[in-house]
């Protein structure tokens, strides 16, 4: 069977000014316990954390653990 | 696959990233020198926990959460007058922590500053380090004029266990402010003298009921018979939280001219306060209460069933 | 991102703690600490920094056994009758005797639990049947202090490789293959001694929400202990008693009858009446609270409107902070304050957790499984209604008892061709050019399991999920395909989640009787004590299918009243007269 993409709105959102992945952090990354966060390479070739995969707990290590506050988790669309 | 398992870097490697030109590089060093759980890393973390930059300083007092000792108390003891909140916060959390008995001697000089947030957090770092000397400091705290100083100094008394500190403890048993008058009537457990029981009955008629029920759940622990007259009364406050309590402390205390007083609190329809009545009228065992346990020896609550079985078993025993 | 890529590393240690929440880490220090120079390996598919049930922390401990307020005689007893008879109680006496040590070496970590002024445990609810409660005030450091400590004791960690099939050799283990989250590698580590700390199955029913991760456990306990003790041969035991929890309705956290319940709250249905009297966690209490959902008086509401302020900000406190902070975003989110509305109920989704029931592997009170060498603990391990401290206490004795297992034994011999074949299943779904993802293999899985297996559990609709499900299978096999080594993890993660609902309804049809309340409430059978006062042991049988087999429950070591056996029995509360 083919596959198709379908969109879907993430619960964890990452501000790119606040966010250090360019001098080699991933503290977000490492304590997700499903794995979900990613670093990305910005446009103007900054790099961020983003959210990768749409199966998040809403369990928020990555908020209290990010060192600069740059993390937010909102509860998934389909149960707030 | 070189990396299979976390690893353990050096520390003076690690280190050199501290005098990194960037916050985010220096903010890095601290998370890897944290991570290392050596104690060897204190004094990095010690000035990073003074970087020019707010998020480095915050993620050094988090990171000294870690660790213990005269100098990590030190450190923090240091960030509490920080320009910024969240650092301040941070090296407050990080104080409570702290086990290591010897750490006090860099929190027991700071207990005689006049600041509000310097003076909560190095009382509460130092509580449960109990140290003897935070006696004299801690209730000169008494006079300040911040209820939530005069709280965290109540706690470090409280944990020393002196019989010294009596005085004190009722003079803030008699606080204008309730969480104060609280905080004294709970520290007050830990002496079953005359005068502390005197302090804690004379609580029993507070006007704010949290008052009365820390006052009749203390002497759970430390009550004697003579407090019993002042308990049967309360069983007549408005609050159930309050008679619980006291129904709970007249059956340790064995009161047994209560147990009638407490069958007839029987029908009142809180399980909570049920639940307590019949494991009261079990210790008790006065033959005639059965008949107010019988009713609910088919309670719908599964722990109310359990005393009042245990409860008449123990009262047919008896007789 | 996630590339796949070849790779395959052999490494060996003494002893391989295999998940690293809470129960795995307790056995790798534990094991460590009784001999230093041993090599004690722990891996976690996430980051022991923050792994398992208990990610953000815990608010109190709900079954610990202190001495002054509960004996292990009582709290024996209690378990074995909150377990509707179904125990074998030498292990659970042996938690009640060990649990109060594990409790000070937690404190000495730095893990909080609440004390009163004069700094003496602050156990709630005294009273000479025992008393259980300890909160922890500040609960959400708890992983923190754990952490801490298994790097000061150098033990190896090995993070984002997620164990797959258990080695073994006859009838012992072996070791275990692993996978790379991230890249696909893979990793054989040949142990001596191996100990399963992975976990509840929590991704077994789809939540009401539909969201594949809004579960009850958290959503990474997907059921892989389970699934590879079976397919290693060991036995699960009371599979049939599932995990079913109230909770807040859509979000998954519980609704706390341990904070609220001492301080007033209770549940009511919508005419805000008391329908049951007590909010202790029973098969018993759930089928009243399934009951009053599915009648003209449901849904059900938890009730804290009629406290006083003080009271609730204190709930707020507790249930805000610590366990789950999005909590008070969601009710934030709804516009529900605990002082004016009433919050609505609903039943969380099934699941296999020994931690509040007794769904697990099959474990004697060493933590020994029936397979020499392997031990498993915490929530996957049989003991039942053994919360967050019985996971710490259990998984200290497993370590205690592997290392010693380990220092007598030298590495089993096993087939490498078992590598080759794993190697081969992993893979199999990256070998195709399309197919069926797995989130859509797991979504059917799990909705069958809420069509078919979720109770009241009746025998057509059982044997109905197990053909349905055996299509689900043959598509998984033939069918799956993944384009990335994150999607190879969740496809492994599907494959456990199947296995988990073949042995739910295997287990379930088994038991042709009615136990638990709600948890096994076979709706076409009685009660039966007759015939079924007994586990039942669930293995993997010679077609490769589950078979079950009865096992005595061990002699009593504690006595129980005949009147104190129906404890848990008729909670609902009568019509007032």
Same mark, same amino acid.
């Given at each position: 069977m083919p596959l198709a993409q379908s969109s879907t709105s993430v619960p964890v959102v990452v501000n790119d000014d606040l966010c /250090?992945?360019?001098?080699?952090?991933?503290v977000c990354v490492e304590v997700c316990p499903l794995d979900v966060l990613r670093i990305t390479d910005m446009a103007d070739g900054r790099k961020t954390a983003h959210?990768? *995969?749409?199966?998040? %707990?809403?369990?928020m290590p990555c908020e209290a653990d990010c060192p600069t506050g740059a993390v937010k988790v909102n509860l998934p669309y389909l149960l707030k | 696959m070189n990396n299979l398992f976390e690893d353990f870097n050096d520390i003076e490697m690690l280190a050199e990233?501290?005098?990194?030109?960037?916050a985010g590089e220096r903010i890095m060093a601290v998370i890897e020198l944290t991570d290392? &759980?050596?104690?060897?890393v204190i004094p990095h973390l010690a000035t990073a926990i003074r970087d020019q930059d707010i998020n480095v300083r915050k993620q050094a007092a988090i990171a000294l959460t870690d660790f213990d000792g005269v100098s990590t108390a030190a450190a923090l003891v240091g960030a509490?007058?920080?320009?910024?909140a969240e650092v301040r916060q941070a090296a407050a959390v990080s104080l409570?922590?702290?086990?290591?008995?010897?750490?006090?001697d860099a929190i027991i000089p700071s207990l005689?500053?006049?600041?509000e947030f310097v003076l909560v957090s190095c009382l509460a770092g130092i509580k449960e380090l109990?140290? &003897?000397?935070a006696m004299g400091p801690a209730i000169e705290a008494l !006079?300040?004029?911040s209820a939530s100083v005069r709280c965290e100094a109540v706690n470090v008394i409280g944990w020393l266990?002196?019989?010294?500190s009596l005085p004190a403890l009722r003079s803030a048993a008699g606080d204008n402010d309730a969480l104060v008058r609280r905080a004294a009537l709970t520290a007050l457990g830990f002496n079953k003298s005359d005068h502390a029981e005197q302090i804690l009955v004379a609580a029993?008629?507070?006007?704010?009921w949290q008052v009365r029920e820390a006052a009749a759940e203390t002497l759970t622990k430390s009550g004697s018979a003579g407090c019993v007259p002042s308990l049967i009364k309360l069983?007549?406050?408005?609050y159930w939280q309050v008679r619980l309590k006291a129904v709970r402390t007249l059956g340790k205390l064995d009161a047994r001219d209560a147990a009638t007083l407490i069958g007839e609190q029987?029908?009142?329809?809180?399980p909570n306060l049920r639940k307590e009545c019949a494991a009261a009228l079990g210790v008790l065992?006065?033959?005639?209460?059965a008949k107010f346990l019988e009713p609910y020896y088919?309670?719908?609550?599964p722990d109310v069933r359990k005393n009042v079985r245990w409860a008449l078993e123990k009262i047919a025993h008896t007789a | 991102m996630d590339e796949i890529k070849e790779g395959i590393e052999q490494i060996e240690c003494d002893v391989l703690v295999i998940g690293g929440g809470t129960a795995g880490p307790m056995a790798a220090l534990k094991a460590k600490r009784k001999n230093p120079k041993a090599n004690v390996i722990l891996l976690d !598919?996430?980051?022991?920094?923050r792994s398992g049930a208990i990610s953000m922390g815990m608010?109190?401990?709900?079954?610990s056994v202190i001495p002054g307020y509960a004996t292990p005689e009582q709290y024996t007893k209690e378990i074995t009758i909150a377990n509707d008879g /179904?125990?074998?109680q030498a292990a659970v006496y042996r938690y009640a005797e060990e649990c109060y040590g594990i409790i000070q070496e937690l404190d000495s970590f730095g893990i909080r639990f609440q004390k009163d002024n004069n700094g003496e445990y602050d156990v709630k !609810?005294?009273?000479?049947?025992g008393t259980y409660v300890l909160p922890m005030p500040?609960?959400?450091?708890v992983k923190k202090a754990l952490y801490r400590q298994l790097r000061k004791s150098r033990i190896n960690i090995v993070n984002r490789y997620m164990a797959t099939r258990l080695l073994t050799s006859g009838d012992r283990v072996a070791g275990a293959i692993c996978v790379n989250t991230r890249s696909a590698e893979f990793l054989v580590v040949k142990a001596k001694a191996v100990i399963m700390c992975?976990? &509840?199955?929590?991704?077994l029913g789809l939540p009401t929400s539909g969201?594949?991760?809004?579960?009850?456990?958290?959503?990474?306990?997907?059921g892989e202990g389970y699934a590879m003790a079976y397919h290693a041969g060991a036995a699960l035991a009371n599979l049939e008693c599932y995990q079913i929890n109230p909770l807040i309705k859509d979000y998954?956290?519980?609704?706390?009858a341990y904070v609220a319940g001492p301080l007033g709250g209770y549940t009511t249905n919508a005419g805000g009446d008391?329908?049951?009297?007590?909010?202790? %966690?029973s098969g018993q209490m759930m089928q009243e609270f399934y009951d009053e959902l599915q009648s003209?008086?449901?849904?059900v509401f938890l009730k804290l409107?009629?406290?006083a302020e003080e009271t609730i900000s204190e709930i707020e406190r507790i249930l805000h902070i610590?366990?789950?902070?999005?909590r008070g975003h969601f009710h934030e989110g709804r516009g529900t304050d605990y002082r004016k509305q009433m919050i609505e109920m609903h039943i969380s989704e099934i699941g296999f957790c020994s931690g509040h029931s007794a769904s697990g592997v099959y474990v004697d009170e060493n933590a020994?499984?029936?397979?020499?060498g392997l031990y498993a603990a915490g929530d996957?391990?049989?003991?039942?209604?053994? *919360?967050m401290l019985g996971a710490f206490t259990n998984g200290a004795i497993a370590g205690e008892d592997a290392i010693d297992y380990a220092a007598d034994v030298d590495f089993a011999a096993f087939d490498e061709a078992d590598i080759l074949a794993e190697k081969t299943r992993v893979l199999a779904p990256t070998?195709?050019?399309?197919?069926?993802?797995p989130n859509q293999i797991e979504y059917k899985t799990r909705r069958l399991v809420n069509d078919y297996?979720?109770?009241?559990?009746v025998t057509a609709k059982m044997e109905l999920a197990q053909q349905r499900l055996a299509e689900v299978r043959d598509d998984m096999n033939n069918a799956m395909y993944v384009s990335n080594a994150h999607e190879l993890m969740r496809s492994l993660e599907a494959a456990s989640i199947l296995d988990c609902a073949d042995m739910a309804a295997h287990a379930s049809l088994y038991r042709t009787e009615s136990r638990w309340g709600l948890y096994?409430?076979?709706?076409?059978y009685e009660r039966n004590d !007759?015939? %079924?006062?007994c586990h039942t042991l669930l293995t993997k049988g010679k077609n490769n299918s589950p078979t079950s087999r009865k096992e005595a429950v061990k002699p009593y070591i504690v006595d129980i009243a005949d009147d104190e056996k129906? &404890?848990?029995?008729?909670q609902r509360v009568t019509a007032a007269e």
């Open positions: /250090i992945a360019d001098k080699g952090c991933t959210m990768e *995969y749409d199966e998040c %707990w809403y369990c | 990233d501290l005098q990194s030109t960037d290392t &759980a050596d104690p060897e509490l007058s920080d320009e910024h409570t922590e702290l086990k290591d008995p010897d750490a006090g005689g500053v006049d600041d109990r140290r &003897a000397d !006079k300040h004029h266990q002196d019989k010294t029993l008629t507070d006007s704010d069983l007549e406050d408005e029987m029908t009142v329809p809180v065992a006065v033959s005639d209460t088919d309670d719908n609550d | !598919k996430a980051n022991v920094k608010d109190g401990l709900n079954n /179904i125990c074998d !609810k005294v009273h000479h049947i500040n609960g959400d450091t992975l976990g &509840a199955a929590g991704r969201y594949l991760y809004g579960t009850y456990e958290n959503a990474a306990n997907s998954n956290g519980p609704a706390c008391r329908f049951i009297e007590c909010d202790y %966690w003209g008086n449901g849904p409107n009629h406290l610590v366990e789950r902070p999005t020994r499984t029936t397979i020499k996957m391990a049989n003991v039942p209604h053994n *919360y070998r195709r050019d399309d197919g069926v993802p297996l979720q109770p009241p559990k096994h409430n076979r709706v076409d !007759k015939d %079924w006062f129906d &404890a848990y029995n008729h």
